[in-house]
């Protein structure tokens, strides 16, 4: 199990060509690793990034902004996921801006455009889910403080195949506590920090910090904080053999 402040990592922030970027677990790759990679991009106003596949399974969070993925519309809170060698996009963003979490279970060797010359060979077999949920919305401040019951709200539900993949809401008022799905029979989860805060470990977590979990971690238990908890969990599917073999 590995964590990230986003309150640490924010002051990290660099340029990454038209986009800025802070980096939560990992860094930028060549070399796909067993490792996890998360991170914040933040797009320009009308950036577009073509459309592309990773060679790992990902999810994606839209957290600020606005724009398109493909047909769809996505704004405040939207989850867009694709397994590896799917291609997906254009990303385009709104006059806004675009801000979104990347979130992957190992570390990608970089996107490949469709439009990359002999870009079949490139591929491997994939199950080609892709989805994008609606969007989610979140508590104001008051109404999550005085908060008394839990509320679990699916994102995206699982689907005959998906192989435990689906994104789930946890709604908690303050100081309540309730365990986080049982991780084995999945290829990991990402808890992400919405609003409200989380506490672990002794710890303080705010939006937009992250907590890992691996297929074989114990399920962590979700405490919020004095102001009432969202927390967004991302399950990954079963691993097939191509990410086995990363």
Same mark, same amino acid.
């Given at each position: ?13 660099? !340029? ?41 399974? #990902? ?11 493909? @047909? ?38 970089? +996107?490949?455009? +469709? ?7 490139? +591929? ?6 892709? !989805? ?17 019951? +839990? ?37 990991? #989860?990402? =808890? ?5 805060? =989380?506490?672990?470990?002794? @710890? ?24 009432? =908890? ?17």
């Amino acid at each position: 199990m590995q964590t990230a402040s986003y309150t640490e990592k924010e002051a990290t922030r660099f !340029r990454r060509g038209q986009s800025w970027k802070i980096n939560m677990f990992g860094k930028n790759s060549d070399i796909a690793a067993p490792d996890p990679q998360a991170f914040r991009l933040d797009l320009n106003a009308h950036q577009k990034l073509d459309s592309h596949f990773h060679i790992v399974d #990902q999810f994606q969070v839209f957290i600020a902004g606005s724009g398109t993925i493909g @047909r769809d519309e996505v704004r405040l809170v939207t989850v867009h996921y694709a397994d590896h060698h799917t291609g997906y996009g254009p990303l385009i963003a709104s006059e806004q801006g675009l801000s979104y979490l990347t979130l992957r279970s190992k570390t990608d060797a970089g +996107l490949v455009y +469709l439009t990359t010359p002999n870009v079949r060979e490139k +591929l491997k077999p994939t199950k080609r889910r892709h !989805r994008t949920s609606g969007a989610v919305a979140l508590s104001i401040e008051p109404v999550l403080r005085n908060r008394t019951e +839990l509320t679990v709200d699916t994102v995206i539900e699982e689907q005959p195949g998906d192989d435990g993949m689906n994104c789930k809401v946890f709604r908690l008022g303050p100081t309540m506590a309730v365990q986080a799905p049982d991780p084995n029979g999945s290829g990991g #989860q990402y =808890l992400i920090v919405l609003n409200g805060s =989380l506490i672990h470990e002794g @710890r303080t977590y705010h939006p937009f910090s992250l907590i890992f979990v691996r297929f074989d971690d114990p399920a962590p238990t979700i405490t919020a904080g004095e102001d009432g =908890l969202e927390l967004m969990i991302t399950q990954f599917p079963t691993e097939d053999e191509w990410m086995k073999s990363i």
